[in-house]
């Protein structure tokens, strides 16, 4: 099978499951043509189709962040990751769906319309990297980049039964990723089995000079283990309260039991500041987001108003008619939190917390090597039934969120069903740990 023929077959099957699923906005159609060798030659990944979350940048094809504002927007150049992929031998098959500039917990955000989830299309594929999670769990690639700022690699993964990685804060390199958080963002990889994920992130990994929070910290050779044994693992009180699932629980604390049989201790620890988590993320999220998005202009990218009479016109026509209502709501709120009067009760506020939240991890991680819990408190939730109240959507993201503002790897691997419906269970492990979270993913799969 040569590169060509596994590309030209992937972007068949793509385009016929496309209509139910929409987890593609843009395919590469010249997928896998510049280099016509057989798969797996040289590079052991050499010729695997990948597909990309659409908020990072591909030369020559388009790159919307599924937004009206970027839909005709054309990169010139490639992310890093995209790159690097690139030189690993996978091929980038197309573009994802996602929430708008990933803003968002079920993809419904998007200009291009919700994704659906593939155990039941009346369900959410949850966000923001839905369309990643759905296209990688209908069998339309064997695995996705993903961006995860609160939990939008993980979140999905879980509603989608599959495995989800985001690694430490640092670990990869935003250059070329649409930036949405700058201190949260990461790129993260949605795959079906941990070795495939293992072998991408690290292909993507490692120092990169165009990103100053790029980690110099040398990326170790990840070996899949799936080997538990004396690994000491806390579980949260406050990831297994009363607002989760009775169903969800179960499974987890099911899979608690499978990693003690493999011969880890489990322990219940305190994260007393975590109950905080929701509210500093979308302060200090939305406050990042309003000051990265003012480049949004209609001048230099994307989408300008017509029937413009002045340069305010221009900025105030095309970001009124290009962004949607979720992005507009994350520029008021984060202006708002920023603005003279009111930074010290806000920004500065939450930036403590964050700190608080920080110290707590610590405080585990003297002690234990992983901490453990569900990864969303609930299951895919259908279609429609969250988009009108921001605030339940919001509370969705309770357990990601704290992986994202202490920089800490995490990923979410399947354990089981609750109603049907797949369940995930959070891996949170030290700064850099990510063979920790690999080993003990792989016991679970
Ligand atoms: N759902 C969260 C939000 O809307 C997280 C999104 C993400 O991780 N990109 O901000």
Redesign the pocket.
């Known amino acids: 099978l040569s590169t060509t023929e596994l590309a030209q077959a992937t972007l068949t099957q793509i385009k016929a499951m496309n209509p139910q699923f929409n987890a593609f906005i843009t395919l590469n159609e010249a997928a896998g043509q510049a280099i016509e060798v057989e798969v797996g030659a040289d590079q052991k990944l050499m010729g695997i189709p990948l597909a990309i979350k659409d908020n990072i940048l591909t030369r020559g094809l388009k790159t919307t962040a599924a937004s009206k504002i970027l839909s005709n927007y054309m990169p010139v150049y490639d992310a890093t990751v995209t790159k690097k992929a690139q030189a690993a031998g996978l091929v980038n098959i197309g573009k994802t769906n996602m929430?708008e500039f990933?803003?968002?917990?079920s993809n419904e955000t998007s200009y291009f319309g919700a994704v659906k989830n593939p155990w039941n299309t009346n369900k959410v594929p949850g966000?923001?990297s839905g369309g990643s999670a759905s296209a990688v769990a209908s069998g339309q690639v064997l695995a996705a980049l993903g961006?995860?700022?609160?939990?939008?690699v993980r979140?999905p993964a879980s509603f989608n039964g599959i495995f989800g990685i985001k690694p430490t804060y640092g670990r990869v390199s935003r250059y070329g990723v649409i930036a949405?958080s700058s201190s949260l963002d990461q790129v993260g990889v949605l795959s079906r089995h941990v070795r495939d994920a293992a072998e991408i992130l690290q292909a993507i990994s490692g120092y990169d000079k165009h990103d100053n929070t790029s980690s110099a910290k040398e990326v170790p050779n990840w070996q899949v283990q799936g080997d538990v044994r004396g690994l000491k693992v806390a579980v949260p009180e406050e990831f297994m309260g009363s607002g989760v699932d009775a169903g969800v629980k179960e499974q987890v604390e099911r899979a608690i039991q499978v990693l003690e049989q493999n011969g880890s201790t489990v322990d219940t620890v305190q994260l007393p500041h975590a109950q905080y988590a929701v509210q500093v993320?979308y302060i200090i999220?939305s406050s990042e987001a309003s000051s990265n998005l003012q480049r949004y202009d209609g001048i230099r990218y994307g989408v300008r108003a017509k029937d413009v009479h002045n340069l305010e016109d221009v900025y105030v026509k095309s970001r009124s008619e290009g962004f949607g209502d979720e992005v507009k709501r994350r520029i008021m709120l984060g202006s708002f939190a920023l603005s003279a009067g009111y930074f010290d009760a806000y920004f500065n506020k939450a930036a403590q917390v964050r700190t608080l939240i920080i110290d707590d991890f610590n405080k585990v991680f003297e002690d234990y090597d992983l901490v453990v819990g569900p990864t969303s408190p609930t299951t895919a939730f259908d279609l429609g039934t969250r988009i009108e109240d921001p605030v339940v959507m919001?509370m969705?993201?309770i357990l990601t969120i704290p992986a994202?503002l202490a920089g800490l790897p995490a990923a979410s691997v399947p354990v089981g069903l609750a109603d049907g419906m797949p369940v995930g269970l959070q891996l949170i492990a030290k700064p850099f740990a990510e063979q920790t979270i690999f080993n003990a993913a792989q016991v679970l799969e």
């Open positions: 929430d990933a803003m968002g917990s966000g923001s961006t995860d700022t609160g939990g939008s979140q949405f993320y999220a919001y969705n993201d994202n």
